[in-house]
């Protein structure tokens, strides 16, 4: 199992471009998340999906947007980047029937906005 | 609406000595509570959790915390600490919306 994995680790982009980040899952999780961590902060919840086709926004949406097309897959896109999105970004899954189901974390990607 | 303060953002402590992070929560529902522990360039991982039953639970490499309600409070400890341990420590708090409450994490630096 590789359990939560993210691609890219690294990206640079300049203000106004566009990406996309990808997470997939293989442990049949039906809850997925996006955070993002900035130093002092925390991790701060941006979107989240309780299944296939649903998403949700969190504490800190504005500028995202996400997609969950496939149970395995959460992606979350940035359409006109600005340096206030410089961050750590960490995807998560949970089993989620309830709210102590433990969430398991990505590795992360590291984005810089220039 | 819930919340997670924790009350150190770094914490450094010398190899063998004990340590002590402070998490201190507020929530209008029952609350599940959690650890969890971020090594340089990695994801989080579970660390402990409290979930009900005993007030103190412990993980498998020597860390416990105790849950205290009237406190509010969910602070862990370590007798003695290992150069291993340096990593930040993120306490988190869940209620009925199944979302994660993040406290904004202590950095724990063991020293030689």
């Known amino acids: 199992n590789a359990g939560v994995t993210q691609t890219p680790k690294f990206r640079v982009l300049k203000t106004g471009q566009s990406m996309t980040l990808l997470c997939a899952q293989d442990?049949?999780?039906?809850?997925m998340y996006w955070y993002r961590q900035d130093p002092g902060m925390g991790l701060r919840l941006i979107h989240y999906?309780?299944?296939?086709?649903?998403?949700a926004k969190g504490e800190v949406p504005d500028g995202y947007n996400v997609s969950r097309l496939k149970k395995q897959n959460f992606l979350l896109g940035l359409e006109s980047a600005a340096p206030s999105q410089t961050s750590v970004y960490f995807c998560?899954?949970?089993?989620?029937?309830?709210?102590?189901?433990?969430?398991?974390f990505g590795p992360g990607t590291r984005l810089t906005v220039l | 609406a819930q919340s997670v303060t924790q009350l150190d953002s770094q914490v450094p402590v010398f190899e063998e000595a004990p340590v002590e992070l402070r998490c201190n929560y507020s929530?209008?529902?029952?609350?599940?509570l959690f650890w969890y522990v971020q090594y340089p360039n990695q994801g989080l991982q579970l660390l402990l959790k409290?979930?009900?039953?005993?007030?103190l639970v412990e993980s498998i490499n020597g860390f416990e915390a105790e849950f205290n309600k009237s406190q509010t409070s969910f602070h862990l400890r370590k007798p003695s600490v290992h150069i291993s341990d340096t990593a930040e420590y993120f306490c988190?708090?869940?209620?009925?919306?199944?979302?994660?409450?993040f406290g904004s994490g202590t950095q724990l630096t063991v020293l030689p």
């Open positions: 988190a708090v869940s209620g009925s919306a199944r979302q994660l409450t």
């Open positions: 409290y979930l009900s039953g005993s007030t």
């Open positions: 929530s209008s529902v029952s609350v599940y």
């Open positions: 999906s309780v299944g296939e086709g649903t998403t």
């Open positions: 998560a899954s949970s089993l989620g029937q309830n709210s102590y189901n433990e969430q398991f």
């Open positions: 442990m049949n999780h039906e809850y």
